[in-house]
């Protein structure tokens, strides 16, 4: 009885401080939306901007708190994906960055960000300048969206309105956010990697992984995600969990965590990038049933324990706890999949085959 109404006064108390913030500073809002949008895709904030985009459309038939901000921040993924696909050495890196850059392009930048640019030093930070950039030109321009879409390429309708200036706009910021991001990343942003060739290292032809948890094996295309099924985002497989510890599958390097701890990203010795996904859409629990155990950068043992888990508080908040295993540089032809039912920390779950030198 009480709770309903604080949280519609808050809601409105919220949309008040915004639509204040716009009429005196409209360049804020998608400036901030632009450059942070990423970082609020990875805790899952993002969405709580929908609400107010919303009821400004409702109110005023426009928006100007998500639309303008995260089409300069999607554009910059895709940009960033493109410079990277453009200068990467592998042609599976090559062919990962691309799809992601397409994919970003259509307004959808989970595959751009996990896959690609967190991988790069310095290339999310062009993403959020960029972004930024781009979004204070929207703001400056007045850029509004009329109705919703993720914002791309493919939705640009939604900012046809009234003022014919407004698609051009859109289409300015479009071409300054892949612009800029394409332009710094491929001058900045890119760390050229030593391959065995480089070091006069033997290339190792096979690496086993275990499991990294236990639980039931799931092919990855039975995930109920697109972006995992597809394996845009790599390949690999799923684990149904049976416990609350995730553990790491082979010796390595930790390379990325996540504020929300429901992600780790590995890699190994020879190359091969890990990235451990728990659950799905599990961003949405800000952290809660997730205690990440290890740090970037720390070198890890398989069985070496990465993330603690709640399984049961995931359950019951109605998320699907299934375990991604994905290999984000490797071909699914070089990846043999164990074929138990069943996995323990202790079973092998999946090869890899590694060609001594890759063009």
Request: aromatic share 6%; proline share 5%; glycine share 10%.
């Amino acid at each position: 009885m009480v709770i309903g109404p604080i949280g519609s006064l808050l809601g409105d108390g919220l949309y008040t401080a915004v639509t204040f913030i716009n009429q005196h500073t409209p360049w804020l809002v998608p400036t901030v939306v632009g450059a942070f949008t990423p970082l609020l895709v990875m805790v899952g904030m993002h969405v709580s901007l929908l609400p107010l985009a919303t009821l400004s459309i409702t109110r005023f038939g426009s928006e100007t708190i998500m639309g303008p901000g995260m089409l300069a921040s999607n554009i910059a993924q895709a940009g960033a994906a493109a410079a990277i696909a453009f200068r990467e050495k592998q042609a599976r890196g090559r062919q990962i960055a691309l799809s992601a850059s397409v994919t970003a392009l259509s307004g959808i930048t989970e595959p751009a960000l996990y896959g690609v640019t967190l991988k790069y030093k310095r290339a999310l930070t062009c993403v959020m300048v960029s972004g930024g950039l781009a979004g204070l030109f929207a703001g400056l321009t007045g850029l509004v969206r009329y109705s919703f879409g993720s914002p791309g390429i493919f939705t640009l309708p939604v900012f046809i309105g009234n003022n014919p200036a407004n698609f051009r706009n859109a289409l300015f910021t479009v071409a300054i956010a892949f612009g800029l991001t394409f332009v710094s990343t491929y001058l900045f942003a890119i760390v050229e990697k030593k391959t065995p060739a480089d070091t006069n290292e033997p290339a190792i032809k096979c690496q086993s992984l275990k499991s990294v948890v236990t639980g039931k094996l799931i092919p990855l295309k039975d995930v109920n995600d697109d972006v995992f099924a597809s394996g845009s985002l790599g390949h690999g497989v799923a684990i149904a969990p049976e416990d609350d510890l995730i553990v790491a599958p082979v010796d390595a390097v930790v390379t990325m965590t996540y504020p929300t701890g429901h992600a780790i990203g590995l890699t190994t010795a020879t190359g091969q990038e890990i990235l451990i996904h728990v659950g799905i859409n599990t961003v949405k629990m800000n952290g809660r049933g997730f205690k990440t155990l290890v740090n970037t950068d720390q070198h890890v043992t398989a069985g070496e324990p990465l993330i603690q888990i709640d399984l049961k508080l995931i359950e019951q908040e109605g998320f699907d706890p299934t375990v991604m295993v994905l290999l984000l540089n490797t071909p699914a032809d070089r990846i043999t999949i164990q074929e138990k039912a069943t996995v323990t920390t202790d079973d092998h779950l999946l090869s890899v085959t590694q060609a001594v030198s890759e063009a």
